[in-house]
Structure formats: C-alpha cells, structure tokens
C-alpha cells in the first residue's frame, strides 16, 4: 500500500513538473509575440491652412496627434501599456470638437476612432489578451485618424458655387468698369 501511495505522489509530482515547463515555454512565446512592432501606415493626409489654424489650438487634436505619432514605432506591449490612455484621449477628442470644425461627419470620425480606442484598451486588458486582435485594431487607428483629418479638410473645401461665384466676379468688375467709362466719356460729351 504503501508503495503505491509513494507511486502516485512521484507521478503527481512529475505532472506538475512537466506543466510548469510549459507554462514556462508559454510564457516566453508570449513575451516575444507582444514584443514586436505595429506595422502602421506610413501615409499621413495633411491639413488644409484653415483647417490647420483651428487644429493648432485644439489641445485635444493636438495630444491626440502626438498619441498616433507614437504608434508609429511601438511594439504591441508598449501599445497595450497605452490603450487606457489612448481611449481617455479620444473620448476628449471627441467631446471638445470646436463649432468650427463640427459637422456630422467629423463626429463620426471622432465617433470611430473613440470606439476603436475603447476596443483597443478592451482587448489589451483582457486575462489572456490576443497579440493579433490588439495588432489589428492598433493598425487601424493611425488610418482612422487620417480619416478624420480628410472630413477636417473638407470643412473648409469650396463649394461649386463658390467657385461659380468666383468666375463671376471678373465679369462683374468688368461690367462695372465699362459703366464707369461710359458714364466718363458721356460726361465729356456733355461738357463739350
């Protein structure tokens, strides 16, 4: 009896042994894979002057910004680290747009990229997180952002009657400068 106990402890003992190896080897895979950097696009859509003028005193715009750049050579471990602040920021993003730049479809760019942040920081703060699920969502924000940046732009296009009125106004001067001729050369006329 006695031996068998001592049997079955030895081979406990050997199971556990044997689990902790590879919750060891576990590990370090896991280490490496949240060790590798983001692959985010080098693209980057730029402001229009206008646009850029209230950008530039958007503090929110511009720590959001600042956040995106960092993207740009993080590895997935330091975008975990930064997701919770990363959704922080967003959401004051979201929640300070100035009335210049306010339309429907810069809220729902700002919409987007709070939603994507939110989900970033849900999935790197889950027990066992997922390197590919935290990499695809960290990939998309930076183009998201540039999203934005294009319905920012778009504030400020002309419009094509704008560019109507726009052609108009040469003709117009015109016309007027015409009136104002032949109103000089009949005043001659008369004083002649």
């Keep these: 009896m006695k031996k068998i106990a001592f049997i079955l402890g030895l081979l406990c003992l050997v199971s556990c042994k044997d689990k902790q190896v590879e919750d060891t080897a576990t590990t370090e895979v896991d280490t490496t894979e949240f060790g590798r950097q983001i692959e985010v696009t080098n693209e980057q859509v730029l402001l229009l002057p206008e646009a850029r003028e209230y950008a530039a005193q958007w503090i929110e715009y511009i720590t959001a910004q600042n956040e995106i750049e960092n993207f740009k050579n993080a590895t ?110 009949r005043r001659i006329l008369n004083d002649s």
Excluded: G
């Design 76 to 185: 997935l471990r330091e975008v975990m680290d930064n997701a919770a602040p990363l959704a922080e920021i967003m959401a004051s993003l979201q929640n300070s747009v100035p009335d210049s730049l306010r339309s429907t479809a810069v809220e729902s760019r700002l919409n987007v990229l709070t939603t994507k942040s939110l989900l970033l920081n849900h999935a790197a703060s889950k027990r066992k997180p997922d390197p590919e699920e935290i990499e695809e969502i960290a990939e998309e924000i930076p183009s998201e952002f540039n999203y934005l940046k294009i319905q920012m732009n778009e504030n400020f296009l002309k419009t094509l009657q704008d560019f109507e009125d726009e052609l108009d106004l040469p003709q117009e001067e015109e016309e007027e400068e015409n009136d104002s001729v032949s109103i000089r050369s």
